[in-house]
């Protein structure tokens, strides 16, 4: 007979102004685990006046704590109180899936993406460093399982303090649909993309390296293609300023709805994505899943993922970025090869694979 397991698994991160990486993750597991007969799960957040919009609604139910999201996590990490339970009912295991703490009051699950602000404090905001540091000292001493995104981060985590024998490997994945011919056309009609371009994905933010991205086109001289840059606003890059230069060549998007963000990866030459460092990098899946040739960082998360299906890049390096992306716009054998490796590679990368891992955390902390 299975055992069925009820949990709690906090979700506040999809209301965050700026949902990024760890609310893509952390919706894509919990489609996923909702697949299972084995699990019942539940969702936890903050006080909200409103539900989330629909694009960002996972399929179980969130039960909401008494406090809004900022009084929350004060009170988790200074207080170490409201219990999840309090919203959730009881559970067998509670799964954080950022580092925003909750009380442990039994089996305690956590994933961490990645540990950029121990690396480089110049990677989140002030209040951010505190918020993180904290989370991550509560994760080594209260957490009976750490999930690490990549073999990157969980290295890091072990370099940081934490228990060897509790950290676990648990690649995300994705549930990109191949765009059609139609829907790139669409996307590209829309937003007015009518010469080739290279694109970025990602929250502005000083750890992707944006610096690099414009210095490297912009060195690719009177090329007939545009940069075009597709994410939110973020902290710590006047983005404005870095595209100046480069003036009707340089193309900001904003936030870009998962609806058209297939069909914009499928549209793009390449994607350049020379990040300094990485949970995971999912932008460079999603891009090898619609067979978009990629340009991505050595020696970190990213090229985990890419494998040998991208230009790997020392992302501190311009000169080779450059390099990098001239080959695929001067070569396109190379670009089509690189392509259909993609695609293979990204394959592989499944959100079910990435249940079945968290499901056995699960069934480890509550046999």
């Not at 499928?266 to 619609?290: D, H, K, N, T």
């Amino acid at each position: 007979m299975t055992t069925r397991r009820r949990v709690a698994i906090t979700l506040e991160q999809l209301w965050h102004r700026v949902p990024g990486g760890t609310a893509t993750a952390a919706l894509g597991m919990v489609r996923a685990l909702a697949r299972r007969d084995d699990l019942d799960l539940v969702g936890v957040a903050a006080r909200h006046p409103g539900p989330l919009p629909a694009e960002l609604a996972p399929p179980i139910q969130i039960t909401h704590l008494p406090l809004p999201r900022l009084a929350l996590y004060e009170a988790w990490h200074g207080l170490r109180w409201p219990a999840v339970q309090r919203a959730s009912g009881p559970v067998d295991v509670v799964h954080a899936t950022a580092v925003a703490l909750p009380p442990k009051r039994g089996p305690l699950v956590v994933t961490v993406h990645d540990l950029a602000f121990l690396a480089d404090a110049t990677q989140a905001t002030r209040h951010g460093n505190r918020f993180f540091r904290r989370g991550t000292e509560l994760a080594k001493r209260d957490a009976d399982l750490v999930l690490c995104s990549s073999q990157a981060t969980l290295d890091d985590c072990r370099v940081a303090g934490f228990a060897a024998e509790r950290l676990r490997l648990v690649p995300l994945g994705h549930d990109t649909v191949v765009a059609s011919e139609e829907d790139v056309a669409r996307v590209r009609t829309a937003r007015a993309l009518d010469r080739p371009y290279v694109l970025f994905v990602g929250t502005a933010e000083p750890r992707k390296n944006l610096g690099v991205v414009v210095d490297a086109f912009r060195a690719l001289g009177d090329a007939d293609v545009d940069l075009v840059l597709a994410g939110p606003d973020g902290w710590n890059e006047d983005l404005d300023a870095r595209l100046r230069p480069l003036g009707r060549r340089a193309r900001r998007l904003g936030f870009v709805a998962a609806g058209d963000l297939g069909p914009l990866y499928a549209g793009a030459a390449a994607l350049c994505y020379p990040s300094l460092r990485e949970g995971f990098g999912l932008p460079v899946l999603e891009a090898m899943a619609q067979g978009t040739p990629v340009v991505t960082s050595q020696g970190t998360a990213t090229e985990e993922v890419a494998g040998d299906a991208a230009l790997l890049v020392d992302p501190r390096d311009t000169t080779t970025v450059t390099a990098a992306l001239r080959r695929l716009l001067d070569d396109p054998a190379l670009a089509d090869d690189l392509g259909t490796r993609g695609r293979a590679r990204a394959a592989t990368f499944t959100w079910d694979r990435t249940a079945e891992l968290v499901a056995a955390a699960y069934a480890e902390v509550a046999p």
